[in-house]
């Protein structure tokens, strides 16, 4: 691949990095408040990132 195949891919790519970095910032601000509370925002987050990545009907 060239860089600007590379670089076409990083930008497709963006909006769902700014997604898990969001939720990344979400988990680490429940983990200082509370350790139950950052385990259970984790598995949240994990859901909702496999949400997003699942394949969709219709759309292959």
């Known amino acids: 691949m060239t860089i600007k195949q590379y670089l076409k891919l990083a930008w497709m790519l963006t909006p769902f990095m700014l997604v898990v970095l969001g939720l ?3 988990v680490v601000a429940a983990f200082l408040v509370a350790i139950a509370l950052g385990w259970l925002i984790l598995g949240l987050a994990l859901i909702i990132i496999g949400y997003i990545l ?4 219709g759309k292959s």
């Open 24 to 26: 990344l910032s979400i």
């Open 54 to 57: 699942s394949p969709k009907e």
